[in-house]
Nanobody, 124 residues
Framework: QVQLVESGGGLVQAGGSLRLSCAAS????????MAWFRQAPGKEREFVAA????????YYADSVKGRFTLSRDNAKNTVYLQMNSLKPEDTALYYC?????????????????WGQGTQVTVSS
């Protein structure tokens, strides 16, 4: 059974930082592309960042480029999303997603497994 467990969310002031983690089990993590999406109240789920199976390639939404960094540790079956210079508009429920292929995607329907989400709230 595949499980993705997110952690690290919380309440932070604008300009602050948070580091999200996603621990995966039940899948061949080292050959799975991984991504983060987020969903704010009343809005559709949107792409945040994706990382290739090797970790050598990363892709970011324009809204987070330069502020967020996605990395992975295949020995620990974990991906990390370092979020700096947070803004109130970053407030959302953040989801980790896994794709059973080495190719990344920015489309939510392309991902096979999802975590339950971790809440990030940025106060102004």
């Amino acid at each position: 059974q595949v499980q993705l467990v997110e952690s690290g969310g919380g309440l932070v002031q604008a300009g602050g930082s948070l580091r999200l983690s996603c621990a995966a089990s039940g899948l061949t993590f080292s050959t799975s592309a991984m991504a983060w999406f987020r969903q704010a109240p009343g809005k559709e789920r949107e792409f945040v960042a994706a990382i290739s199976w090797t970790g050598r390639s990363t892709y970011y939404a324009d809204s987070v480029k330069g502020r967020f960094t996605l990395s992975r540790d295949n020995a620990k079956n974990t991906v990390y999303l370092q979020m700096n210079s947070l803004k109130p508009e970053d407030t959302a429920l953040y989801y980790c997603a896994a794709r059973l292929t080495t190719y990344t995607s920015g489309r939510a329907p392309d991902y096979d497994y999802w975590g339950q989400g971790t809440q990030v709230t940025v106060s102004s």
